[in-house]
Nanobody
Framework: QVQLVESGGGWVQTGGSLRLSCAAS????????MSWYRQVPGKQRIMVAS???????GYADSVKGRFTISRDNAKNTMYLQMNNLKPEDTAVYYC??????????WGQGTQVTVSL
Protein backbone atom coordinates (compact mmCIF):
# COMPACT_ATOMS: atom_id res chain seq x y z
CA GLN A 1 0.00 0.00 0.00
CA VAL A 2 1.38 3.37 -1.02
CA GLN A 3 1.66 5.81 1.87
CA LEU A 4 3.57 9.01 2.53
CA VAL A 5 4.00 10.49 6.00
CA GLU A 6 5.54 13.95 6.37
CA SER A 7 7.02 15.06 9.68
CA GLY A 8 9.55 17.44 11.19
CA GLY A 9 7.69 20.71 10.86
CA GLY A 10 7.34 23.20 13.65
CA TRP A 11 7.94 26.78 14.72
CA VAL A 12 11.23 28.56 14.09
CA GLN A 13 12.47 32.14 14.07
CA THR A 14 13.72 33.84 10.94
CA GLY A 15 17.16 32.48 10.08
CA GLY A 16 16.58 29.16 11.79
CA SER A 17 16.64 25.64 10.36
CA LEU A 18 14.38 22.59 10.19
CA ARG A 19 14.70 19.17 8.60
CA LEU A 20 11.54 17.65 7.17
CA SER A 21 11.12 13.91 6.67
CA CYS A 22 8.92 11.95 4.27
CA ALA A 23 8.56 8.28 5.19
CA ALA A 24 7.41 6.25 2.18
CA SER A 25 5.87 2.80 2.04
CA UNK A 26 4.58 0.69 -0.82
CA UNK A 27 7.36 1.80 -3.19
CA UNK A 28 11.09 2.38 -3.14
CA UNK A 29 12.28 5.96 -2.84
CA UNK A 30 15.54 4.88 -4.47
CA UNK A 31 13.76 3.88 -7.69
CA UNK A 32 11.50 6.90 -8.12
CA UNK A 33 11.75 10.63 -8.48
CA MET A 34 10.55 12.54 -5.42
CA SER A 35 9.50 16.13 -4.83
CA TRP A 36 8.67 18.49 -1.98
CA TYR A 37 5.75 20.92 -2.29
CA ARG A 38 4.37 23.65 -0.07
CA GLN A 39 0.98 25.29 0.16
CA VAL A 40 -0.60 28.17 2.05
CA PRO A 41 -4.38 28.65 2.42
CA GLY A 42 -5.97 30.00 -0.75
CA LYS A 43 -2.87 29.38 -2.87
CA GLN A 44 -1.77 26.64 -5.25
CA ARG A 45 0.50 23.87 -4.08
CA ILE A 46 3.97 24.73 -5.40
CA MET A 47 6.96 22.47 -5.97
CA VAL A 48 10.01 23.69 -4.08
CA ALA A 49 12.49 20.83 -4.56
CA SER A 50 12.88 17.70 -6.68
CA UNK A 51 15.18 14.69 -6.76
CA UNK A 52 15.41 12.13 -9.57
CA UNK A 53 16.22 8.47 -9.08
CA UNK A 54 19.58 9.27 -10.68
CA UNK A 55 20.37 11.92 -8.08
CA UNK A 56 19.73 15.11 -10.04
CA UNK A 57 18.25 17.92 -7.93
CA GLY A 58 16.18 20.97 -8.71
CA TYR A 59 14.90 23.88 -6.62
CA ALA A 60 12.48 26.72 -6.92
CA ASP A 61 14.23 30.08 -7.14
CA SER A 62 12.67 31.11 -3.84
CA VAL A 63 14.49 28.36 -1.91
CA LYS A 64 17.63 27.83 -3.99
CA GLY A 65 20.74 27.98 -1.86
CA ARG A 66 18.78 27.50 1.37
CA PHE A 67 17.01 24.13 0.98
CA THR A 68 18.55 20.73 0.21
CA ILE A 69 16.61 17.64 -0.86
CA SER A 70 18.03 14.18 -0.13
CA ARG A 71 17.06 10.57 0.53
CA ASP A 72 18.08 7.67 2.75
CA ASN A 73 17.46 4.51 0.75
CA ALA A 74 17.90 2.21 3.75
CA LYS A 75 15.14 4.06 5.61
CA ASN A 76 13.08 4.61 2.44
CA THR A 77 12.77 8.23 3.53
CA MET A 78 13.18 11.58 1.79
CA TYR A 79 14.38 14.73 3.55
CA LEU A 80 14.27 18.46 3.07
CA GLN A 81 16.93 20.39 4.96
CA MET A 82 15.68 23.95 5.34
CA ASN A 83 18.24 26.59 6.38
CA ASN A 84 18.04 30.37 6.77
CA LEU A 85 14.27 30.19 6.97
CA LYS A 86 12.18 33.23 6.13
CA PRO A 87 8.58 34.17 7.01
CA GLU A 88 7.55 33.52 3.40
CA ASP A 89 8.55 29.87 3.90
CA THR A 90 5.57 29.45 6.24
CA ALA A 91 3.35 26.77 4.69
CA VAL A 92 2.23 23.18 4.90
CA TYR A 93 4.89 21.01 3.27
CA TYR A 94 4.06 17.82 1.36
CA CYS A 95 6.08 15.13 -0.39
CA UNK A 96 5.08 13.33 -3.57
CA UNK A 97 6.44 11.17 -6.37
CA UNK A 98 5.61 12.58 -9.82
CA UNK A 99 5.61 9.18 -11.52
CA UNK A 100 2.31 8.17 -13.18
CA UNK A 101 1.40 5.45 -10.67
CA UNK A 102 2.34 7.49 -7.58
CA UNK A 103 1.49 11.12 -8.34
CA UNK A 104 -1.99 10.93 -6.80
CA UNK A 105 -0.69 9.86 -3.38
CA TRP A 106 -0.15 12.58 -0.77
CA GLY A 107 0.48 12.55 2.93
CA GLN A 108 -1.10 14.77 5.58
CA GLY A 109 1.60 17.41 5.27
CA THR A 110 3.64 19.05 8.01
CA GLN A 111 3.26 22.66 9.10
CA VAL A 112 6.25 25.00 9.05
CA THR A 113 5.84 28.38 10.71
CA VAL A 114 8.61 30.99 10.53
CA SER A 115 8.24 34.04 12.75
CA LEU A 116 9.95 37.40 12.52
Amino acid sequence: QVQLVESGGGWVQTGGSLRLSCAASGFAVSDNAMSWYRQVPGKQRIMVASLTSGGATGYADSVKGRFTISRDNAKNTMYLQMNNLKPEDTAVYYCNSPTPLLRNYWGQGTQVTVSL
